[in-house]
């Protein structure tokens, strides 16, 4: 029934129970009835999906036809690819560079296949069928492609996104999409509620994003130009005053058009220069590895401790962070919480080898990079909470213990009705949906699994699930980003929101950025706001834009 919470399946004694949690108090301020209804809020954190590549399609929302008519034909609403000068419209797009599939995946579509495509969104199933002959699924695994801080903020090109083909390394294949309207997914989205208007609240990739999630923050490298380590630091143009540009500094020797090549980069750091942000530090953006094993660096040595802790040498090995988080906010009023990992306790183990073992968990893929079953692929950079001081494995061995757990432990905990009050879910990389490593459809298969379960619990009556994806994954989207500050928020990301008090059936299209997660939080568990969240709402008011949403439009709260 739409706009009900009572769903026709629900057994007679869940619908009483339902009635009894609406109805005790007689509450009629939206968040008494929030924090009355909702006892657990669970996020799953997907991988590397544009909302356009995936639900494009999806009825009534802010889709491909608002720029395709229904031929599939560009209309005058679509803003055509642009050339690395910003002016030259691509007269068809870049080939994908160094093939469409994967190593190793069949069929296979060679980078010659995939020329001289319409610039247009295309979709990847079938465009590439005249040239190769095969056409994909949503069980291919396709190439990666650029998803990176500066290069996020080049491709959206001031709102205009029409610079996602100039500066993707992987050429066309940033403007295909797939028909992801068979999967359980897409059919929970319309059984439930698709928000269609969320953005990823950092620029770039996942490292950034998994940061914002906990902290609404970027993490900082002090001293990074004079660090023994020396991690790398972004080289950027600047404006006539010195100030710096979100534009990265492009090689002489890079082509100069999208149709001969990617583009080539003076220096894609990991780091941003000193004031980037304004306040004189140093900040990391793109891809650094945790202090803590399970960490992409290996233990210096295993003498000792030294066995549960990263190289510190290494340059993409990040100092401890010590900024406040979402689980600090939780703590601080006695409200449960923990963060849930796909192999996590086998990435533990298999990061305290010694520096030269193989690791077997930990960036795993076969010998093509792809995750599979005997692959797992365990991504250490998307555990966030293994970069902060309050979880050193020696010092803080028991908030360790507490908050940062493995999937057997969600699946265990839904089943007793034991969940935390704020859980996170965290699939390894077999199951994310990352491009490059991982499809589409087994993911979608374990996420839905999950929430099957959880729908099992004993605790969800009173729950509210929030899928969503970390980024965009360098997949183009139509929709221009709000004018926020100068961490985000960037490209737009699909987000669900499961839960027997969701208004079933509907579409969203309230603001949202990945910080209403944890607005989200803040409102049902009534903790104190971080930092990074005010600064962002400011942010957007000073450039016109409404401050973001906690996704409680989603919900029935009267």
């Given at each position: ?291 803590y094993q399970p960490s992409g660096n290996p233990p210096a040595n295993v003498t000792g ?229 005010a600064a962002r709402d400011a942010a957007l008011k000073a450039n016109g834009a409404s ?12």
């Amino acid at each position: 029934m739409k706009n009900s919470p009572m769903k026709a399946w629900f057994p007679l004694t869940a619908v009483a129970a339902l009635a009894l949690t609406a109805c005790g108090s007689g509450d009629t301020d939206p968040t008494k009835v929030l924090q009355s209804r909702i006892k657990n809020v669970v996020v799953i954190y997907a991988e590397n999906r544009s909302f356009d590549s995936l639900y494009g399609k999806f009825p009534g929302a802010n889709g491909l036809n608002a720029v395709l008519d229904a031929n599939g034909n560009p209309t005058s609403a679509y803003i055509p690819q642009k050339d690395r000068d910003g002016t030259t419209v691509l007269a068809t797009l870049p080939q994908t560079w160094g093939g469409v599939t994967a190593g190793g995946v069949t069929p296979v579509v060679t980078q010659a296949q995939s020329a001289n495509l319409p610039n247009a969104p295309f979709s990847v199933e079938t465009a590439f069928f005249a040239a190769s002959g095969s056409k994909l699924t949503t069980s291919t695994v396709t190439r990666d492609l650029f998803h990176r801080f500066f290069e996020n903020q080049m491709q959206i090109n001031g709102g205009k996104n029409d610079m996602f083909a100039a500066w993707a390394d992987g050429g066309g294949l940033t403007m295909g999409g797939f028909d992801y309207s068979a999967s359980p997914m897409f059919k929970l989205a319309k059984q439930y509620v698709l928000a269609d208007n969320f953005f990823q609240a950092a620029y770039g990739g996942s490292f950034l994003n998994h940061q914002y999630l906990v902290c609404a923050c970027a993490p900082e490298y002090p001293n990074a130009d004079t660090a023994t380590a020396a991690p790398t630091i972004a080289k950027l143009d600047t404006d006539a005053s010195g100030n710096y540009l979100p534009k990265l500094t492009v090689k002489g020797t890079s082509p100069a058009s999208a149709m001969t090549g990617p583009a080539a980069f003076l220096l894609s750091g990991n780091i941003t220069p000193a004031n980037y942000f304004g306040d004189g530090k140093f900040y990391a953006v793109n891809t650094m590895q945790a202090p803590y094993q399970p960490s992409g660096n290996p233990p210096a040595n295993v003498t000792g401790n030294n066995a549960l802790y990263a190289d510190t040498t290494k340059a993409t090995t990040l100092p401890p962070q010590t900024a406040t988080t979402i689980g600090d906010l939780l703590d601080a009023k006695k409200v449960s919480w923990k963060w849930y990992s796909g192999s996590w306790n086998n990435a533990v183990t298999d990061g305290m080898q010694a520096p030269t073992a193989t690791r077997n968990v930990i960036y795993n893929g076969n010998t093509f990079g792809v995750a599979t079953t005997a692959n797992l692929d365990f991504q250490p950079h998307h555990q966030p909470f293994n970069y902060y001081a309050k979880f050193d494995p020696v010092a803080n061995t028991a908030n360790r213990t507490a908050h940062l757990k493995d999937y057997t432990d969600l699946v265990a905990d839904a089943a007793a009705g034991t969940l935390p009050a704020v859980t996170f879910y965290k699939p390894e990389g077999l199951y994310n949906q990352h491009p490059g490593y991982a499809n589409i459809s087994d993911g979608d298969a374990r996420i839905a699994d999950l929430i099957a379960k959880l729908q099992a619990s004993p605790q969800w009556n009173n729950m509210a699930i929030v899928v969503t994806y970390d980024e965009f994954g360098g997949q183009w989207d139509h929709v221009a980003p709000p004018k926020g500050d100068k961490i985000g928020p960037g490209t737009r990301i699909p987000a669900l929101v499961i839960s027997p008090w969701a208004k079933s059936g509907t579409v969203d299209h309230t603001q949202y950025d990945t910080g209403s997660v944890l607005r989200l939080i803040t409102r049902t568990f009534g903790l104190d706001t971080l930092p990074g969240l005010a600064a962002r709402d400011a942010a957007l008011k000073a450039n016109g834009a409404s401050p973001m949403g906690d996704m409680t439009n989603a919900l029935i709260l009267n």
